[in-house]
């Protein structure tokens, strides 16, 4: 009988990508993962002279623009800036005139915490609202 010599493991099998996958892992865990290749943060457009002027012209026609939803959106913030700025008012008054009648000292912070929070709401919202009123 002959003896037939020792036959080694195929190459190219599942050993050896798991290995390489063991060894990417490896490396990705030394040195943390690839980064992603940037894209420049500008990038020119194709389009032509003409169309770039078309596009611009059509940016600045306002000819679709309703003026009577401009006003009537105008007039709603300024509305509702009025109505906080009273219900703001209203607060301050009715905070004036009942004073906390807590003994415990952390009611009393709380309820001071509460009561400024409550007017500082209201009167940004009111002043937000007044703002927006403006800018329309």
């Not at 190219?12 to 290995?19: D, G, M």
């Not at 992603?36 to 943060?41: A, Q």
């Not at 959106?73 to 800036?81: E, R, Y």
């Not at 009561?115 to 940004?124: E, F, H, V």
């Amino acid at each position: 009988e002959q003896s037939s010599p020792p036959s080694k493991a195929a190459t190219n099998t599942i050993n050896e990508r798991l290995l390489s996958e063991l060894q990417e892992s490896i490396q990705t865990q030394k040195y943390g993962p690839a980064s992603p290749r940037r894209t420049p943060p500008f990038q020119y457009s194709s389009k032509t002279p003409e169309e770039r002027e078309r596009s611009l012209r059509e940016a600045r026609d306002l000819n679709g623009v309703n003026p009577l939803v401009c006003v009537g959106g105008a007039a709603f913030s300024w509305i509702c800036a009025g109505s906080l700025w009273v219900f703001t008012t209203y607060l301050g008054a009715v905070f004036a005139s009942h004073p906390l009648l807590g003994e415990a000292y952390f009611v009393q912070r709380a309820v001071g915490v509460f009561r400024n929070a409550a007017m500082g709401l209201s009167s940004l919202a009111a002043g937000f609202f007044g703002v927006v009123g403006g800018v329309f």
